[in-house]
């Protein structure tokens, strides 16, 4: 997606070990219209007619995942990362490595809100090794629901998380997938 | 809000303890339409048009004030609760006690994506004893941007913690707002 690359290289920033930052415009500050684009893409690239439910896993995956439940007219539901008072049994738990937080991370999903009925695309705004997908894409099998497709935002094609994903023959489109990011800047993977 | 408290009815549940669960549209499977719906309301209840960013805090909050950054056409901002790696210096900080979590948490906020320029609406999905709430404040107040309001779609009216803010002066304004949950179900504050 030609504007997401021209975006990531006009506010994108790269932080000592090749760490992306597009906090301006997608995970922390967030353009809800131009996440609107990106929705409309994601349209483009899937048959989201057939989609029952958007699943993506808090907190950053949120915005992107709501703003495609919007436009494209089914629920949404946003795995969680921690146990709170308020989520009794009945989940799927799939336990991940966050390389964001440095620590093992338990998403958990309400088994009331994603059943072997569903259609589910997975939205999530960033993969580097793809720990946080694999997470999704295990509560999708527990829950016995079609995987309609997993779509993604921004891509660390040198982490190779997500060549790792289409090699196993999972439905994975990255609308942007950066190879390489150092003191030279952005290099995109051309389609 | 007469759907909203409609549909706190139909589908809110009461826990021990008064817990009030709605994550069935609004907090863990989230109603993308419905909260276009709430997000209208609050631009009925608010002047919107003069709003630069709505301020909210992950995760729960983000649905909804993605929703309402859509529709209004302004950025959203969400406060993250925990220190990771992708965030460095130049933080507005704000410690509260998280009774979802029982314990300590701090909000941040990037001093880079909220400022003495910007008109603030702050939205967020529930308020029990606004702890959150008085955390998005503080964030609002050191950044020195002008706070315009602050939209919230329920309110446990029980836990006092709206009513204290409104005290105070806080141009607070809650689309549901149940003074009583228990076994004999939901009662309504009257407007």
Known sequence: ME???????????????????????LNHRVDAQFLGEIADEIARLFDVTHVTKILTAEASGIPLATVCAYKFGVPMVFAKKAKSDNIEGGLYKSEI?????????????AQDWLSSDDKVLIVDDFMAKGAAMRGLIDIVKMSGAELVGIACAIEKGFQ????????????????????????????????
């Open 160 to 191: 190779h998380g997500g060549d790792q994903l289409r090699e196993e023959g999972y439905p994975l489109k990255s609308l942007a997938i950066i190879d390489q990011a150092d003191e030279n800047g952005f290099v995109f993977r051309q389609e």
């Open 3 to 25: 504007a997401l690359q021209q975006r990531i290289i006009r506010e994108g920033r790269i932080l000592p070990g090749n760490i992306v930052k597009v906090d301006g415009f």
């Open 97 to 109: 490595f966050s390389y964001t937080y440095k620590k093992k991370v338990t998403l958990i999903c």
